[in-house]
């Protein structure tokens, strides 16, 4: 009986999320809103794999499903689970389950590190670091607390006076819920100045904010005081994949981007990400998309024609 009270209670919660999603996301999209930390996903059909790199953030969805492809491994997330990503990872996404009738509705709500450390200090989890720095993604079930201060912060946005005092303490208790969750270990983790997944954490964001210059991984290991065999063991734990291999992924999608929406020349996008020969570019752009740049985003486009 109390299990299916329990039940109950999250369908409920989740009906109000969705409801709440739907009236502030109404059409088909990308929602930004008066929290900056929060935007609102809306829609009406299965999409096409979409690459972006995911920041430190949970991703809850109320209605639908979702699947986040990192390197070779897929997350399947929806009503029953929800995502965190603890760093910057370049993930392939696809809206897997939604309908006119029952569109997919989610939330992105992105944090700080800084948070994170704050709150493992007020909840005397320093201690208890793991050993080895963990996955940057994650899948865990959501409960009803969490589900509760979601409503309530999407709730905030029909009163948007209350927004700036209510909603930075509404973010610090949806992050306390998930950090009473599962992989709370793991994702304060990468919050704790020095451990290793911070120290990962970091070089990420050097290469993310330097993916067009040549990556020497021996300095960069050093950069973030570790020797280079730690640093590729730890990089790969935490990614999925080698540093030089991170790169090139941010890379080709950043080109991908820069030829679909900006209608870059191949060679000009190839300069643009880092690349020096534009015959290297494209065998590794169809390595890693299955066909050659031009005929890629053609296809792409037609595809996005064909679905207006």
């Known amino acids: 009986m109390e299990e299916k009270n329990e039940s109950a209670g999250m369908e409920n919660r989740l009906s109000q999320l969705a409801s709440l999603i739907r009236r502030h996301a109404p059409t088909s ?25 995911y920041k430190p953030s949970i991703c809850v969805v109320a209605q639908g499903a979702k ?24 993930i392939l996404g696809r809206i897997v389950e939604a309908s006119p009738e ?43 607390e969490l589900l509760d201060a979601l409503v309530r ?40 100045t020095g451990s290793q997944a911070h120290n990962i954490s970091q070089a990420i964001r050097l290469i993310n904010r330097h993916y067009d210059r040549p990556l020497a991984v021996d300095r960069l290991a050093e950069s973030v005081n570790m020797s280079t065999s730690a640093f590729h063991k730890h990089f790969k734990r ?26 870059a020349q191949v060679s000009d996008a190839a300069f643009r990400v880092g690349y020096e020969s534009p015959s290297q570019f494209s065998r590794e752009y169809a390595r890693m998309y299955g066909q050659p740049p031009t005929r890629d985003v053609r296809e792409l486009r037609e595809s996005a024609e064909h679905s207006v």
């Open 29 to 53: 999209g990308t929602h930004p809103t008066a929290v900056p930390s929060l935007a609102l996903m809306h829609a009406a059909k299965p999409s096409e794999p979409l690459e972006s790199v």
């Open 102 to 144: 029952t569109p997919y509705l989610s939330l992105k709500l992105s944090f700080d590190a800084d948070v994170i450390l704050d709150l493992a200090k007020k909840m005397n989890r320093l201690g208890s670091q793991p050993s080895e720095a963990g996955r940057g993604i994650s899948v865990n079930r959501p409960s009803p």
């Open 67 to 90: 699947t986040a492809a990192l390197a070779d491994e897929i997350y399947r997330y929806d009503p029953s689970t929800y995502l965190v990503t603890s760093v910057e990872l370049p």
């Open 238 to 263: 935490v990614t999925a994949m080698s540093p030089l291999q991170y790169q090139k992924t941010v890379r080709l999608q950043e080109a991908r981007r820069l030829i679909l929406t900006e209608t």
């Open 153 to 192: 912060l999407l709730q905030l946005l029909d009163s948007p006076s209350d927004i700036p005092v209510l909603a930075p303490l509404l973010v610090r208790e949806i992050l306390y819920r998930v950090m009473q969750g599962n992989q709370s270990t793991l994702l304060h983790h990468f919050g704790v």
